[in-house]
C-alpha cells in the first residue's frame, strides 16, 4: 500500500478505465474507530445504483413532489438548508419520505441573492425519515446546478479523469429535473462522499474528514490593485503543528465519520511523519499520486493546490492517509478570480506539472511536496501523466466522449427554463473546453518529453502551447 508500484505495471493499470466493485451502502454501523455506517441491513438485497442513476449514456428523470407551502418555505429562505420531506421519483420509480434540502456555500449565496433565479442546487437524503430506505444502496443524492460551467461537464470530465487514474471519485450523470411536473432544468447528480461510496469503492471502515479552512475570502475580495487576503486555516493545509487536536479544528470539526481521541490522534500522529518528509510509513503514495496527476491536469485552484484549502476529502486508514476529489465546477482554469490565478489560456494550458501550487509554497503543502522531493515518485507521477495523456487524448477517445456528451446535453439546455447561461454560451464552452483540453495534453507531453520544462518559470515563451485564442471564461466564470 505504501510502496511505489513498478512504473510499467502502473502504467498498463492506467490503461484500463476504472471501474469499481461495489456492494450496497449499508453494511454494520460501528462506534468508536471506524466509519459511522447507518443501520443499513435492510438494503443488502438493493445494489447497484452505479448501473441504474449513474448510467451516464442518457438523462435520467428525476422529479421531487414537495407540497406548495414547503416549497415556499424553501424558496423564501434558502440559505436555512431546511430539510423538508418529500417522494423523489427517479426513472419512474417513486420513494417516499425523502429529505430534501438546498445546498452549497457560495454558490448557494450568488442564487439566493440573484432574485432572478431559483436554481438552487439541492442534497436527497434517502434514510433521514427511513433508516431502512435508500436508492439501490445509495444514502444521499445531490443535484448540482452547474453554477459558473457554461459546460455543464466540468465535474463530469474532472470525475472521469480521477476514475481513469483509479482514484476513488464521485459518480454522476445528468437527469432532466422536474419539481411538482414542472420543469426545473438540466441538472447534474453527484454521488455523496459518504457511507455509501465507502462501500462502492471498498475503503471500508476508515475515518473520513472534509478540511475546511474557516474564514474563506469573498469571491470578490480581489480587486485590482489590491492584495489577497489569504484565509486563517488549523490543519486544513495538513501542516504538523503540533500535537493539541485544537490545532487541527479545520479536520475535526468536520468529521463525516464519528471521529474519538485516538482517531484524531493517529491522523495528527500521520501529519507529523507527512511534515518530517516521511510520506512512505504515513500515506498511500500510490494513490495519491495519481490523485495529485489528475488534479494537475485540470487546474482547479479552488482547492489544496490554490489558497483556498478546501474541496478535498482527506481518509484515514491505520494511520495511512490519501485524498479524494470533490468540487470541480472551477477546473479548467475557472478559478482565476481567485488569489492570483491567471486567466490567461496559454498560461493555464503550460502550467508546468511539477510546480502546480498557486498562491502558495510547497512547505505549505506537505501533501504534495513529498512527490517532487524525490526523484522515483517523481518518476512514478510522470508515468501517471504519460497513460492519461496517451490512452485518454491521443488515442482520440476523449474527443469521442465529449461530443457524444454535447450531442446528448444540447436539446437539454436549450429548453433549459432556469440555466445560468444560453445555448449559444454553451455551444461556445463545449468548443472552448474540447480545445483547452487537447492543448492541455500537447503541452504535458511535451513536458515529459523534456522539450518544454514541467517548471513553470523555467519555460520559454516560444516553447509553449498556443492558447491566444481561447478565452478561459467562455467556460463559466464566477464572476457571472
Known sequence: MKGIRASLLLTAALLIFFSAVCGCAGAHG????????????????????????????????????????????????????????????????????????????????????????????????????????????????????????????????????????????????????????????????????????????????GMLYKPEAKDLPAHNEKQPGNTVSYPAHRGADLVYTDDNIDSYSDIFDNAETKADKEDRQRVIAALKLLSGGKADLCVDTDEVIRYFAAHNFVLNYDSYTGIMLHNYYLYENNGILSMFPWDYNQAFGGGAERGTVTSDATELLNSGIDTPLSDTTADARPMWKWIVSGSRYLKAYHDVFDAIVGSYFESGEFCREIDALYQMLLPYVEKDPTAFYTAEEFKTAYRTIREFCLLRAKSIRLQLEGKLSSSSRGQKASERVDGSALCVRDMGTIEQ
Open 30 to 205: 460501528t462506534s468508536g474507530s471506524g466509519v459511522n455506517l447507518r443501520n443499513t441491513s435492510a438494503k443488502s438485497s438493493l445494489t447497484g445504483y452505479e448501473n441504474r442513476l449513474f448510467d451516464s449514456s442518457h438523462v435520467h428523470a428525476v422529479d421531487i413532489a414537495i407540497s406548495g407551502k414547503d416549497w415556499a418555505k424553501l424558496l423564501k429562505d434558502p440559505l436555512a438548508k431546511k430539510k423538508f420531506r418529500v417522494s423523489v421519483t427517479i426513472d419512474g420509480e417513486r420513494f417516499k419520505d425523502v429529505s430534501f434540502s438546498t445546498k452549497g456555500r457560495y454558490s448557494l449565496r450568488s442564487v439566493a441573492d440573484d432574485t432572478k433565479s431559483i436554481r438552487y442546487s439541492f442534497k436527497v437524503v434517502f434514510d433521514k425519515y427511513n433508516r431502512d430506505q435508500s436508492y439501490y444502496g445509495l444514502c444521499d443524492l445531490l443535484l448540482n446546478n452547474n453554477t459558473a460551467d457554461a459546460t455543464s461537464m466540468k465535474d463530469y470530465l474532472s470525475y472521469g479523469i480521477f476514475r481513469r487514474t483509479q482514484v476513488p471519485a464521485p459518480l454522476c450523470s445528468y437527469v432532466w429535473l422536474t419539481i411538482n411536473g414542472r420543469d426545473h432544468g438540466l441538472y447534474l447528480a453527484v454521488e455523496d462522499i459518504g457511507p455509501s461510496f465507502l462501500e462502492r469503492t471498498s475503503k471500508g471502515p
